[in-house]
């Protein structure tokens, strides 16, 4: 489907049915990589939210991607999230979530996963984190990662491949 | 292991661990739900019923606060200025030995037979005060 509203003209692509196919498209992949930026699952789908908001503004405005909408989406989560970061004093927690442990909501596997995540995530700089994750768990190319980070395509490779080299030190850590 | 190999097995190892993620993530809500309201989209984690009872709560404590707090003014005797207040020479009821605060002996500055008045060594102790020449 992604593909198909990529070939679309411009003017089906500014239609609100175009949008529609396009939220569906990539919402699962917009809150896995929002999972991926706050680490917290309801946060995820608040930020694919927003997204899903100023996304949906830009579009109405003529301001839509020129090409493949998940880079232009993640940019926007990407961005939402650093602004989140730098308004945050203390965490926010709701009433509704304060009694509600993280065990009674999440299954083991769950766990392991986010718990897998997360040693990746120690191992490996800020940045080439997710370098390594637009790239093997998104599928992204150099210009696109490179757009979402703000870096150049060589940026891009160089982070890709000293990522992986340090994890090619720390065999373990693909092994769990 | 080599490089092609490396990148596919972690390749797999992220799309497996972002599956098992991916498994308990809610399926997308209707966009129109989600451009209308912030939290619209989400009614099964926060609901109404909840927020409503939490403002009715609130407000019935706000209630309760009010209605007791003039209840509370409305009993309070009438400020009177200091000075229209006139000392009372009635005596206290309580008789000194019924009173609980007895009265402790007051700070004497006799010293133990024998020592040196208190005055005596503040003054030895003290460094003479300068003395102060008028020009």
Known sequence: M????????????E????????????????????????????????????????????????????GDPLPWLFVIARRIVIDRNKRRVLPWLPL??????????DSFGRLEAAAWFDQLRECLSPRQHE????????????????????????????NVSRGIATLRRRPEVLDR | MSADSFERVLRDRLKAGAAELDRSMPPAPSLQALLVSPQAYRPA???????????????????????????????????????????SATPSLATPSQSL???????????????????????????????????
């Open chain 1, 2 to 13: 992604l593909r198909a509203i990529e070939s679309a003209p411009a003017s089906t692509l």
């Open chain 1, 15 to 66: 239609s609100e049915g175009a949008f529609e196919r396009m939220y569906v498209a990539t919402w699962p992949r917009l809150c896995r990589y929002a999972w991926v930026l706050v680490r917290h699952h309801e946060d995820a789908e608040d930020v694919a939210a927003e997204t899903m908001r100023r996304a949906y503004g830009a579009w109405q405005t003529g301001r839509g991607p020129a």
């Open chain 1, 96 to 105: 509704s979530r304060a009694a509600e442990s993280p065990a009674a909501v």
């Open chain 1, 131 to 158: 370098a390594i994750l637009l790239r093997f768990l998104f599928d992204l190319g150099d210009d696109e990662i490179g757009r979402i980070m703000g870096l150049s395509p060589a940026g891009v490779r160089t």
């Open chain 2, 45 to 87: 984690r926060r609901p109404a019923y909840l927020r409503l009872g939490f403002g009715l709560a609130v407000a019935a404590a706000l209630a309760v606060a009010l209605i007791s707090g003039s209840l509370l003014l409305g009993q309070s005797p009438a400020v009177r200025p200091l000075s229209s207040i006139t000392p």
């Open chain 2, 101 to 135: 605060i007895t009265a402790s002996p007051s700070p004497s500055l006799a010293s133990p037979s024998g020592w040196p008045p208190v005055t005596a060594v503040t003054a030895e102790l003290a460094p003479p005060l300068p003395t102060i020449y008028e020009s």
